[in-house]
């Protein structure tokens, strides 16, 4: 009797022994192997968080607060956690040492392709990069951005540039919109890539009846902060009615081509055959609602930002006259009479400098597109919780003292003996955003950039509405999702004479 009672007693303390040290582990977890902390960052007020602090020109309000808190900053937007990252080596964590985690991509409950149904249609707004998205980069790499499908569109690009020229020789000594030139420009090269017909022409007008600008222009209006997207108890409302608006817009912009898909699908049955990127997703069994979006998601991307890109390179251009000579001086030499061609490109390294500093100075998605953390992670020694937003503020690290000399200056120079670029390997640099969700479109805007601009160099003197000052040329930015001018650039062209 008295073993058993032994056995008990020891079977008892080895039930009770782990419970009276487990109050012991917790304290000593809690002390020494307590999780990092998030990221500093500004005091977040209760319900609030940070909200306050946001608003319009996001990218300079988090690069100033970047300045106080650090490289890696946290805030709370309601019950959303946000971080930045505004340095190189912090990006480098994001997008290159944990890329994997981060690549998920944070898609507003604004935005239709938010639908668990409809996510696997998209590309830019996949909210995660699975089969399907791997798949849909390929495609548009291989059939849009390859080097052999460069190459095979040289001539519509050349053509289209010199379109720009004719309408520009017309407009001599009369005051035009560079942005809204451009963007015809490039609309009308892509939509020759997708479906062998202009969309626009310079006049303003839309050639298939739906002024497809517009509705871009109002989807990037629209797509904002929605107070919404940082309380997800809220989220089966519409407070704002912008999910209302854009649902109406992604059913509007398809409507520009729907005639050219059922056209095609009709044609497919006798063999015709156009040999663009329609053709290509339909002969791959793609069905209308994928390509339908996939086709929104290009035109989003495309014109705006390469336009505006033009347009940052020739206000700057105006606004400091040696860069713009030394431009002019390199292009009469390697080019002489001749039309510019892209077979020009690589053999004028100041052009190229100048398109290079137009992007340190204004990249056209200063805070690229928000990322999302799948999964939890350590970062630098802080914690990044799961489902935080990630931004890379990119318009903070190209005026960063300490990476570049004078910062704030256009010295296209500082890029002459300099072996930076912009394919998403120098993290210092890279307006194209780096790792898996880099900007597809790079190839095309790295040809017709500087094509575009060499051109509008090349063939024409520049002057601004009335004469005014070079200097009295207003710089100030509005942050749209892209990086736009405050105040849209107007000038007067005169044909150049040699």
């Known amino acids: 009797m008295a073993t058993y009672t032994i056995i008990a007693d020891i079977s008892l303390f080895s039930f009770l022994y782990p419970l009276l040290l487990l109050p012991f582990l917790l304290i000593f977890k809690h002390i020494f192997l307590k999780s990092p902390p998030l990221p500093p960052g500004p005091y977040p007020w209760p319900i609030i968080g940070n909200l306050l602090q946001m608003g319009g020109n996001l990218h300079v309000k988090l690069a100033n607060l970047a300045k106080r808190h650090g490289p890696l900053m946290s805030l709370r937007l309601g019950t959303q956690i946000m971080v930045v990252a505004s340095s190189s080596a912090a990006a480098m964590e994001v997008l290159k040492t944990h890329d994997r985690t981060l690549s998920g991509r944070y898609v507003s409950t604004t935005i239709p392709v938010n639908s668990p149904k409809l996510n696997h249609l998209a590309m830019a707004f996949a909210k995660v990069c699975n089969s399907d998205w791997r798949n849909l980069k390929a495609i548009c790499r291989m059939e849009l951005f390859s080097g052999k499908a460069m190459e095979s569109r040289v001539e519509l690009r050349e053509r289209k540039v010199m379109e720009l020229v004719e309408f520009l020789e017309k407009k001599e000594g009369e005051v035009v919109k560079v942005m809204d030139l451009v963007y015809t420009t490039v609309c009308n090269i892509l939509s020759n890539k997708f479906f062998s017909i202009d969309f626009s022409d310079f006049e303003g007008r839309d050639v298939r009846g739906v002024l497809l600008k517009d509705l871009l222009n109002e989807n990037a209006e629209l797509g904002a902060t929605n107070i919404l997207d940082f309380y997800p108890i809220l989220g089966g409302l519409d407070i704002q009615g912008i999910r209302k608006k854009l649902k109406e817009i992604f059913r509007r912009i398809p409507t520009t081509w729907e005639d050219i898909l059922k056209e095609r699908r009709k044609q497919r049955i006798h063999g015709s055959s156009h ?26 991307a495309g014109p705006e930002t390469s336009s505006l890109t033009v347009e940052w390179a020739m206000a700057e251009l105006i606004k400091n006259q040696d860069a713009m000579h030394k431009l002019c001086n390199e292009l009469t030499q390697i080019i002489g009479e001749s039309p ?30 928000p990322h999302r953390a799948t999964e939890t992670c350590q970062i630098m020694g802080y914690t990044i919780p799961k489902d935080s937003i990630i931004f890379v503020n990119m318009w903070a690290m190209g005026r960063d003292p300490g990476t570049w000399e004078d910062p704030l200056s256009f010295k296209p120079e500082r890029f002459l003996d300099s072996k930076l670029e912009f394919k998403g390997n120098d993290f210092e640099y890279i307006p194209f955003g780096a790792g898996r969700r880099m900007c597809p479109g790079m190839p095309l805007a790295a040809r017709l950039v500087p094509m575009i601009l060499a051109t509008f160099v090349r063939l024409f003197d520049w002057s601004t509405p009335g004469d005014m000052d070079f200097a009295e040329i207003d710089m100030e930015e509005r942050f749209v999702i892209t990086l736009r001018k405050e105040q849209p650039l107007r000038l007067v062209p005169r044909i150049r004479k040699y």
């Not at 053709?279 to 979006?293: K, P, R, S, W």
């Not at 892209?342 to 597109?369: F, I």
């Open 340 to 369: 510019v061609r892209e077979s020009h490109l690589p053999h004028l390294p100041y052009l190229q400098a100048c398109v290079k500093e137009t992007l340190r100075l204004h990249p056209t998605g200063p805070l690229l597109l």
């Open 275 to 300: 040999g663009d990127f329609l053709d290509a997703l339909l002969e791959t069994g793609f069905e209308d609602d994928q390509i339908n979006h996939v086709i929104m998601e290009l035109f989003f």
